[in-house]
């Protein structure tokens, strides 16, 4: 436990009681809630949330100890508000990836400057395409200025790559945004109230499927198998 900065008394109760009054309006959402992803429910929860992690870290910090209770990350997205029949849409997808064989992507990057020796490899070199495998970081652009991003998904082993997580939003509009509006901050005006739907992958997904059959797998193991007439 920190000397520092420690709360005082009032302050742990205070938070205390901040949880019940959250834990209060979170049962009465849940009691009025109109159906399936109700919004008052889902701000409901959150707030509870909240204020539980707010109390667990002052009594942590005062007391040195701990809730019992493990608060859920919530990644669900709002109820959906935006139109029923939008006119315009947007496709925002994000995919990460690790570069696993730095002189594979390098030695790709040398591969397509070759066929092209006029690529543009953005380090303001002469004669560029003979520079595109000197670096990762010049290799990275080279093969992302010639290959459609969803070529990149398919073939990333090609490159050294190795995929991380990735989502995809489909998010409604009531019209098209003006030409050059967003691009300098492509994400920032994503509203998820508009989602219409969302696709995510994961490698914790594979992990949690994994750890459910192991449990399922122990639970048959467990099992006694009866005679017929036992």
């Known amino acids: 436990m920190s000397d520092a900065a420690q709360p005082s008394a009032a302050e742990v109760r205070a ?39 707010v109390y667990d870290e002052l009594l942590y910090d005062a007391y040195d100890e701990v809730t019992p209770f493990e608060i859920p990350g919530d990644d669900r997205l709002p109820a ?3 139109p029923e029949e939008p006119s315009a849409l947007s496709v925002l997808i994000r995919r990460d990836y690790v570069v696993a064989e730095p002189q594979r992507l390098l ?3 040398q591969r397509i400057a070759d066929l092209d020796p006029d690529i543009d490899t953005g380090n303001d070199k002469q004669g560029g395409g003979a520079a595109a495998g000197e670096s990762v970081h010049t290799a990275l652009g080279v093969v992302f200025g010639e290959f459609e991003p969803d070529e990149i998904a ?21 019209e098209a945004p003006e030409p050059g509006e967003w ?9 998820p109230h ?16 994994e750890d459910d059959e192991e449990l399922e797998d122990e639970d048959e193991d467990d099992l006694e198998v009866l005679e017929p007439g036992s």
Do not use: I
Not at 194 to 209: A, P, T
């Open 107 to 109: 030695s790709q990057a």
């Open 183 to 191: 691009l300098s901050a492509p994400f920032d005006q994503a509203d």
């Open 80 to 82: 959906y508000t935006g």
């Open 194 to 209: 508009m989602v219409v739907c969302r696709f995510d992958m994961s490698s914790v997904f594979d992990e949690e499927l």
């Open 15 to 53: 938070a205390a009681e901040a949880v019940k009054a959250a834990l209060d309006r979170h049962l009465d959402a849940v009691e009025r809630r109109s159906g399936e992803g109700d919004p008052a429910v889902y701000a409901a929860f959150n707030e509870l949330a909240a204020a539980a992690e």
């Open 154 to 174: 398919s073939r990333h082993k090609e490159f050294g790559l190795e995929e991380g997580d990735s989502t995809l939003w489909v998010v409604a509009a009531e």
